[in-house]
């Protein structure tokens, strides 16, 4: 149950793309279409953004997307806005257990 | 409304016990599996347990498993997990999650605001 790889920090303009990684191997992200990916503002429980790979739930902005292949999923926000700025968190099931990223600070400059 | 409200945190000496319980309501909460997960301070998330609807199944993180253990009481609605053997690098904010479906393998969608413990001498 190794922790999942995400950069630790990712930085863009309002108005820009940012794409963040999320590394797993073939016993978790790479075998199992069951990755999600959560946003976390500081002093606040997570938000769940994208589940089984690419599904948003109700009431996420089409602004996230997400994807994967291989062993690495991965989340884009585009036209980036301040409210973005957040700690985000990938997921994946591993058979049995549950294992999340290190998680990526983004900055809107 | 969908409510977790997560309680019995606390300072604890290494090597000693203590009892996490979650009140829910808002949901039918025997319908869903339910999940533990921590966060140290300033640190990431960590999958800690979960179980099943029914409390017949339930799978622990290996740093963990042993000394940890999940159950729930479906008349009283509640999800509970008794720590044993506390240890430092277990200090960090305890939160109650449920699934936004039934199946055991659907992804959290909803946490408490979290109990704090802290093991410490």
């Known amino acids: 149950q190794s922790a999942l790889t995400q950069p630790a920090s990712v930085s863009g303009s309002p108005g820009q793309s940012i794409t963040i990684s999320c590394t797993g191997t073939?016993?978790?992200?790479?075998?199992?279409?069951?990755v999600s990916w959560y946003q976390q503002h500081p002093g606040k429980a997570p938000k769940l953004m994208i589940y089984e790979v690419t599904k948003r739930p109700s009431g996420v902005s089409n602004r996230f997307s997400a994807s994967k292949s291989g062993n690495t999923a991965s989340l884009t926000i585009s036209g980036l806005q301040t409210e973005d700025e957040a700690d985000y968190y990938c997921c994946s099931y591993a058979r049995s257990s549950w294992v999340f990223g290190g998680g990526t600070k983004l900055t809107v400059l | 409304q969908v409510q977790l409200v997560e309680s019995g945190g606390g300072v604890v000496q290494p090597g000693r016990s203590l009892r996490l319980s979650c009140a829910a309501s808002?949901?039918?909460?025997?319908?869903?599996?339910m999940h533990w997960v921590r966060q140290a301070p300033g640190k990431g998330l960590e999958w800690v347990a979960v179980?099943?609807?029914?409390?017949?199944?339930?799978y622990h993180a290996d740093s963990v498993r042993g000394r940890f253990s999940i159950s729930r009481d479906n008349s009283k609605n509640t999800l509970s997990l008794q720590m044993d053997g506390l240890r430092a690098e277990d200090s960090a904010l305890y939160y109650c999650a449920k699934p936004r479906d039934t199946l055991i393998l659907d992804a959290i969608d909803f946490w408490g605001q979290g109990t704090l413990v802290t093991v410490a001498s």
């Open positions: 073939s016993r978790d992200v790479g075998s199992y279409n069951l």
């Open positions: 808002g949901f039918t909460f025997d319908t869903y599996p």
């Open positions: 179980i099943s609807y029914d409390g017949a199944t339930h």
